[in-house]
């Protein structure tokens, strides 16, 4: 009994050390850049966005009409948007190794700019923009969007 | 009589109004759930390198694809098909989409390291090690993801650990030099994600690697 009492802690601080623990909520992206108003808004509370931000799977994006801002995500997707728009990032799976590719986002206003990271080379039907009038599947590609 | 007369008309235009007003919030509701009035474009622009992928508009009444630079389709409603595509001006391009285009961030910045046999790396891509920490420096990058890969050769439980273990040994060597530990996120592929595609069991010098991507 006592042997497994001295064990455990060195199992749990092995498992923190080697980095195998991993997080439940791993981000999804960065901001990179942002100017005017922007907002991430995460359960429900909003954060002005800033410089190196972080954006979840989950969280909306939203620009003032002042406000752009610009996110690159951890396939390389790069994401910007102009004023007066409005997105949710609705699922985010980025783990080659495990087949896990998906990356889906909702747009309901404004003007946002796409250009495919490494999700869609390898899983082509893997990226896909939702609006209120149609359904974007991008192929590898640079693609702007408007909803208005 | 005449003023009952009046009096029953003025009330019936009445009611018709009130229930006239009575009905806009659901039409407004209506619409916003429904999307009638969210008209959608799309327009493909080439990438970076030149090249132009392609895209897929669709909703449940029709289906467009498009691959050619600068190709636009509209769609009006989730009830209308998407039109099929034209070629959009430059200008009515950045006209509409100058603002999103302006603030879009430089694509991430990827680095290759090549290993001779396990951990080691070739030397040239110990070299490398010094381009990567000026771009680190000149992004203030606090973004930088390190992706051990292997070959096929060997079994998968081997060649996560060896990916990992490669992935590990570029981290270390981008700390000591001064990078922040929480900028730096490793992650190991195995053989999954090989750059040049090869059959089980095949030793492919280009595939073992570890991709540093500077954000």
């Known amino acids: 009994m006592k042997p497994m009492f001295v064990a455990v802690p060195f199992i749990i601080l092995g498992l923190i050390v080697t980095g195998e623990c991993r997080a439940d909520t791993e981000h999804a992206g960065v901001v990179k850049t942002v100017e005017g108003a922007a907002m991430i808004v ?54 080659p190794a495990e087949k896990k590719l998906s990356f889906v986002t909702r747009m309901f206003k404004g003007t946002v700019s796409f250009l495919s990271g490494q999700i869609t080379k390898l899983a082509p039907e893997g990226a896909r923009v939702e609006t209120p009038s149609a359904t974007i599947g991008m192929r590898g590609t640079h693609v702007l969007v408007q909803v208005d | 009589m005449p003023n009952m007369n009046s009096k029953s008309h003025v009330h019936r235009e009445g009611v018709t109004i009130w229930k006239a007003l009575g009905l806009m919030p659901v039409l407004v509701f209506l619409i916003v759930v ?16 030149g090249t132009t992928g392609q895209v897929i508009v669709s909703n449940p009444v029709g289906s467009v694809t498009m691959n050619s630079p600068n190709q636009a389709t509209s769609t009006a409603s989730a009830r209308t098909a998407p039109k099929s595509p034209v070629v959009m001006e430059e ?20 680095f290759l390291l090549y290993f001779r046999e396990e951990t080691t790396l070739t030397s040239a891509s110990s070299g490398l090690i010094p381009e990567i920490l000026q771009a680190i420096q000149e992004r203030d990058s606090t973004d930088i993801s390190v992706v051990g890969h292997t070959d096929t050769t060997g079994n998968k439980e081997y060649n996560m650990d060896l990916s990992r273990r490669r992935a590990a040994a570029v981290q270390s ?43």
Do not use: W
């Not at chain 1, 752009?68 to 910007?80: A, C, L, N, P, W």
């Not at chain 2, 009515?92 to 879009?104: M, R, T, V, Y």
């Open chain 2, 34 to 49: 429904l999307g009638c009035g969210k008209r959608t474009m799309v327009v493909l622009l080439p990438d970076p390198d």
């Open chain 2, 91 to 110: 200008e009515a391009i950045q006209s509409i989409f100058s603002g999103a285009l302006e603030i879009q961030p430089k694509p991430p910045l990827h």
């Open chain 2, 173 to 215: 060597l981008l700390l000591e030099n001064g990078v922040q530990p929480d900028h730096v996120k490793t992650t190991s592929h195995g053989e999954e994600n090989p750059l040049v595609k090869t059959g089980d069991n095949v030793s492919e010098p280009k595939n073992r690697r570890v991709e540093v991507v500077v954000r």
């Open chain 1, 42 to 95: 995460r359960s429900g509370s909003p954060t002005a966005a800033t410089v190196n931000a972080k954006v979840n799977m989950g969280d909306h994006v939203q620009t003032g009409s002042d406000g752009k801002i610009g996110m690159i995500f951890q396939d390389d997707t790069v994401v910007s948007m102009g004023p007066n728009s409005k997105i949710v990032i609705e699922d985010y799976l980025f783990e």
